[in-house]
T-cell receptor, first 113, second 114 residues
Framework: GDSVTQMEGPVTLSEEAFLTINCTYTATGYPSLFWYVQYPGEGLQLLLKATKADDKGSNKGFEATYRKETTSFHLEKGSVQVSDSAVYFCALINRGGADGLTFGKGTHLIIQP | DSGVTQTPKHLITATGQRVTLRCSPRSGDLSVYWYQQSLDQGLQFLIHYYNGEERAKGNILERFSAQQFPDLHSELNLSSLELGDSALYFC?????????????FGPGTRLTVL
């Protein structure tokens, strides 16, 4: 079946550091790929998405490129802020969306001032 | 605010009991998905309804069931509860039932089984 693998962390960085969170996937067909963010005590918010190979999703300074050849969707940000501290989930959806999202285990990101 | 509402926010109950979680999708959204988030299993897809019809089942136990009503709100019923059912339960809605449509998540219901 489909699966998503991401580094679990916690990942601790200083403010203004460069961020990379790796995400790789296994899926049949052509999935859509997503990054969701979860702040403490809240639900998941969509951060960005890409629906086909070579698409780049971007939002709030975060970006990720759908790489079919390496089955990857790594999340990057050039300069992180304390407010970026949260749990980040990589996810995919397949089969026309019927089966729901398949999530990675989440990466806990801690940004220190 | 995603526009998806879930009630109750917290639920504490005992083993063997039955509970109902409620989800109201964003206005106009036809699809409702249910997910369970636990420390050991992570986020898992449970079930998907589209315009009142069941579309797909994921890792949903036989003790769990769901339905979507004509006004498009959905309920997740959990019965014969066990300690291991303690988790956060999220619903998400989307306009369509395709792989490219964004799912918007509610704030979740935290279920504690004692």
């Amino acid at each position: 079946g489909d699966s998503v693998t991401q580094m679990e962390g916690p990942v601790t960085l200083s403010e203004e550091a460069f961020l990379t969170i790796n995400c790789t996937y296994t899926a049949t067909g052509y999935p859509s790929l997503f990054w969701y963010v979860q702040y403490p005590g809240e639900g998941l918010q969509l951060l960005l998405k890409a629906t086909k190979a070579d698409d780049k999703g971007s939002n709030k300074g975060f970006e990720a490129t759908y790489r079919k050849e390496t089955t990857s969707f790594h999340l990057e940000k050039g300069s992180v802020q304390v407010s970026d501290s949260a749990v980040y989930f990589c996810a995919l959806i397949n089969r026309g969306g019927a089966d729901g999202l398949t999530f990675g285990k989440g990466t806990h990101l801690i940004i220190q001032p | 605010d995603s526009g998806v509402t879930q009630t109750p926010k917290h639920l504490i109950t005992a083993t063997g009991q039955r509970v109902t979680l409620r989800c109201s999708p964003r206005s106009g959204d036809l699809s409702v998905y249910w997910y369970q988030q636990s420390l050991d299993q992570g986020l898992q897809f449970l079930i998907h309804y589209y315009n009142g019809e069941e579309r797909a089942k994921g890792n949903i136990l036989e003790r769990f069931s769901a339905q979507q009503f004509p006004d498009l709100h959905s309920e997740l019923n959990l019965s014969s509860l066990e300690l291991g059912d303690s988790a956060l339960y999220f619903c998400a809605s989307s306009g369509l039932s395709t792989g490219t449509d964004t799912q918007y998540f509610g704030p979740g219901t935290r279920l504690t089984v004692l």
